[in-house]
């Protein structure tokens, strides 16, 4: 029960939270215990489509009424829902599965949610993506994640391009039945050497990761129509340094001389003019080599 408010208290002291919850991408067993005692305890859930949460909801058991919050409502339904919140009831938000806001309705609501003083609690869990990135074998300390490319061929190819020269570790999502046009168009854009990989059906029965440079990977997938199906992730590789960024023995034999002498980026300052190697190059490798 809500008390009476007491001088100096404000309103948005006795709002609700705003759950933002992740659910299972396949493997129902990834549920959280306490994603299940929120989404059993807030009194409204805002689930992207909630005929196929109920699916979920009945599989647990939970009975707390649902609503549509979907990109065709969000911003218009966000108010409602942020007037309930500031009445005091806890809503939870789910996506159809994994984490909201990935690539997912729910961006708008807690937007507004948070414009509005309340207070809004991540409940974390699967993502499709961090699951990929996990399993794939790349470097992880820096990534991107793009979301879904274009669905048209001249737009994703576009992008495609722009993408060529990330030199960190990307992921995108793609539809089953684009997967092999968008893997096409990657090795046209960034070459038959770059790796990729195919992370399919995640946490489910059929779950694939494949790995492979994109001519044996695109080759791989053609031959297969098995892997044409469910939802898929790609974790692409970063481009390699150019040829202008090799870092040879005396580079690194100046840098660790002016490191013993100055603080770090001091150190690859100096060092980026005596050799002409990129600063930022130096940098990274200094915080690799342990001159944090």
Known sequence: MRHKLHPGISMTTLAGTLFVVATPIGNLQDMSPRALQVLKDVKLIA???????ARLMQHFG???????????NERDKGGRLVERLLAGDDIALISDAGTPLISDPGYHLVRQAREAGVKVSPVPGACALIAALSGAGMPSDRFAFEGFLPAKAHGRRQRLQALAAEDRTWMVYEAPHRLLECLQDMQQELGGERRVLLARELTKTFETLHSAPLAELVAWVAS????????????????????GDAVGDDALRVLDLLLAELPLKRAAKLASEITGVRKNLLY?????RGNG
Request: hydrophobic share 30%; aromatic share 0%.
């Open 62 to 72: 939970i009975g707390t009424p649902m609503t549509a919050c979907h990109d065709h």
């Open 224 to 243: 297969d129509s098995d892997q044409q199906r469910g939802e898929c992730v790609l974790v692409v590789e970063g481009a390699p340094a150019p040829e």
């Open 47 to 53: 689930a992207e489509d909630t005929r196929h949460s």
């Open 284 to 288: 990274q490798i200094a915080l690799e």
